[in-house]
């Protein structure tokens, strides 16, 4: 059983899934539940491909359902020659408050650096959003016995370019790749390991106010034992947010953990 300061926090990445279509059913259906059985204590975000962000903020306004609206990704540049990139001011003209930053996709498959990360980080606070930094090791650096120095790092210099106030609104999603969309998560033990670990690392940076949530195979089944873990804040959900029930158990989760009901 745990108590905790802060309000646990679940996003759904819903990645390159759902057209607008299907995420206006998506946010309907979840708006619906929560108007029925509201969760207490848990913030719930839905981070919809760029195309389906204007239908869903817009729902998400008229119908009140709550929920926040992010984007998966968003440009270091305010405005200017960068095909194919969307600035944080336009995002925030939409309506939409959160962003994930560095998921390991783009830093994997679209060559996004530790600089550019952190250049993203600044633009995404600078615009007042909500920042979810992505860090986490590869399969290669966790059986070496790198994992907590390489993120160590990915966190250092992520968050060195921002005053103290702005470090501690960042939220850190430690995701390791290799438990990412594989249906194995990995284990409690290694959770509360590197759960303890940010947590120190980020004391050390001075991000004492930011929320740690665990990413990678997160399902309904094992969201309650994860939630219990005393430094993890709740979850970034890939797969098992692209259902309403499956992701509102898993904030139901996160709710009954924080209520100590568990
Ligand atoms: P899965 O939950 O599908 O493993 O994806 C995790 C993830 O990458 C969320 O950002």
């Known amino acids: 059983m745990t108590t905790r300061a802060t309000r646990p926090l679940v996003m759904g990445n819903w990645k390159m899934n759902l057209d607008f279509v299907e995420a206006l059913h998506l946010v309907q259906e979840i708006g619906v539940v929560l108007h029925h059985q509201p969760l ?40 200017g020659a960068h095909t194919g990139e969307v600035s944080a001011s336009m995002l925030r003209r939409l309506g939409v408050t959160w962003v994930i930053v560095g998921h390991s996709e783009r830093r994997t498959h679209y060559a996004m650096s530790d600089e550019v990360v952190a250049a993203t980080l600044a633009a995404a606070l600078r615009a007042g959003m909500n920042a979810v930094l992505c860090v986490g090791e590869d399969e290669e650096r966790r059986r070496g016995g790198e994992h907590q120095s390489f993120v160590g790092a990915q966190l250092a210099s992520a968050l060195s370019g921002l005053s103290p106030a702005a470090r501690s609104v960042v939220t850190v999603a430690y995701e390791p790749l290799w438990a990412i969309g594989t249906g194995v998560s990995a284990s409690i033990e290694e959770i509360a390991e590197m759960g303890t670990f940010v947590r120190a690392t980020l004391d050390d940076l001075g991000a004492t106010g930011s929320r740690i949530l665990y990413g990678g195979s997160v399902n309904e089944d094992n969201a309650g034992d994860i939630a219990s873990v005393r430094s993890i804040d709740g979850f970034l959900v890939g797969g098992a947010s692209l259902r309403a029930a499956s992701f509102l158990a898993i904030g139901r989760a996160c709710d009954d953990c924080y209520a100590g009901k568990r």
């Open 40 to 79: 207490e204590h848990t913030d719930l975000v839905v981070a919809p491909p760029f195309v389906d962000l204007r239908t869903v903020c817009s729902i998400v306004e008229s119908e009140q359902i709550p929920v926040g609206v992010g984007a998966q990704h968003v440009s270091q540049f305010e405005s």
